[in-house]
């Protein structure tokens, strides 16, 4: 049974980092995109970043370059992402979700599993 598990969200006051982790597990997930997408109250899913473990390629929205860092684990068995310079627009439930497509960046109709969602919550 495939899962992924993010963990890390919680409160942070706007200029502060989080760093969140998703755990993969059920299958072997050397040839997939792992993506972090993120939700805010009444707005649409969107990307936030996306890594290819099969070479490291990554992805990065525009708005959060320069700010958020994607990474994976060398056993393929997790994906983080380090959240620097935190701002209230960034508060939204976080996702992670692997992809088998081959597509790059693989839109989210494209990805195969998802994680459950963390919280993160950026105060001004």
């Known amino acids: 049974q495939v899962q992924l598990v993010e963990s890390g969200g919680g409160l942070v006051q706007a200029g502060g980092s989080l760093g969140l982790a998703c755990a993969a597990s059920?299958?072997?997930?050397?040839?997939?995109?792992m993506g972090w997408f993120r939700q805010a109250p009444g707005k649409e899913r969107e990307t936030v970043a996306a890594?290819?473990?099969?070479?490291?390629?990554?992805y990065y929205a525009d708005s959060v370059k320069g700010r958020f860092t994607i990474s994976s684990s060398n056993a393929n068995t997790a994906v983080y992402l380090q959240m620097n310079n935190l701002k209230p627009r960034d508060t939204a439930v976080y996702y992670c979700?692997?992809?088998?497509?081959?597509?790059?960046?693989?839109?989210?109709?494209?990805?195969?599993?998802w994680g459950q969602g963390t919280q993160v919550t950026v105060s001004s």
């Open positions: 890594i290819r473990w099969s070479g490291g390629s990554t």
């Open positions: 059920g299958r072997t997930f050397s040839s997939y995109t």
């Open positions: 979700a692997a992809s088998s497509s081959g597509l790059w960046v693989p839109p989210k109709y494209a990805y195969d599993y």
